[in-house]
């Protein structure tokens, strides 16, 4: 049974940090892309980034550019986002997602990932 689970968020003060995983199992990893989305109160769901299994990565939102980075543990099954710099309008629910066309370019359109984690809280205030 394939499966993401998401770890590591929480509450945290604005400039601060927190590193997400997205823990895989039930599938064969290495051929899917993997994605972190995020929902913030009243808004869509979002694209962040992206990764494919040739850790080519993709951002989709300018303002997590340069704070935010994705990587991935093959070996692991695992798929980070580490997260510097943190802002209020980082709050959301962050979930991480899995498609099995690993040769496409990565992609922020939630439409293209047919697996989904349950979702982590991360909250960004003083």
């Known amino acids: 049974q394939l499966q993401l689970v998401e770890s590591g968020g929480g509450w945290v003060q604005p400039g601060g940090s927190l590193r997400l995983s997205c823990a895989a199992s039930g599938f064969a990893f290495n051929y899917y892309r993997i994605g972190w989305f995020r929902q913030a109160p009243g808004k869509e769901r979002e694209g962040v980034a992206c990764?494919?299994?040739?850790?080519?990565?993709?951002y989709f939102v300018d303002s997590v550019k340069g704070r935010f980075t994705i990587s991935r543990d093959n070996a692991k099954n695992t798929v980070y986002l580490q997260m510097d710099s943190l802002k209020p309008e980082d709050t959301g629910v962050y979930y991480c997602?899995?498609?099995?066309?690993?040769?496409?370019?990565?992609?922020?359109?939630?439409?293209?990932?047919?697996?989904w984690g349950q979702g982590i809280q991360v909250t960004v205030s003083s």
């Open positions: 997602a899995a498609d099995a066309n690993a040769l496409r370019p990565c992609s922020g359109a939630r439409t293209e990932y047919s697996y």
């Open positions: 990764i494919n299994p040739r850790l080519v990565a993709g």
